[in-house]
């Protein structure tokens, strides 16, 4: 079984800046990708930043230029840099691991537990 732990979530006030951090841990083979998604109460589940394989990097035009999305391998962690925050960035936020536990199986996706942000004006 796998793990992903988050931190780093809290309050911020506009302008400000937050590291999110994500670590898996468990049986894990193989990584294809680490993502990280946010959702509101009134609002699906939304893509934010995502790494696929070694360095293919995507983020969500609400996001780019101001959030960068970084990982380390060693440890199985993504990291989410937040900057220039504003108050339409508050939610709950996820991450995402694609990941294989054994050399011959699928991928399956797992989740973290979430973590607050919330940015006020």
């Known amino acids: 079984q796998v793990q992903l732990v988050e931190s780093g979530g809290g309050l911020v006030q506009a302008g400000g800046s937050l590291r999110l951090s994500c670590a898996a841990s468990?049986?894990?083979?193989?990584?294809?990708?680490m993502g990280w998604y946010r959702q509101t109460p009134d609002h699906p589940r939304d893509f934010v930043a995502i790494i696929i394989g070694g360095e293919s990097i995507e983020y969500a035009d609400s996001v780019k230029g101001r959030f960068t999305i970084s990982k380390h391998n060693v440890t199985n962690t993504v990291y989410l840099e937040m900057s220039s925050l504003k108050p339409e960035d508050t939610a709950v936020y996820y991450c995402?691991?694609?990941?294989?536990?054994?050399?011959?199986?699928?991928?399956?996706?797992?989740w973290g537990q979430g973590t607050q942000v919330t940015v006020s004006s």
């Open positions: 995402n691991m694609a990941l294989k536990h054994f050399i011959n199986e699928p991928y399956y996706q797992y």
């Open positions: 468990g049986t894990i083979f193989e990584i294809s990708s």
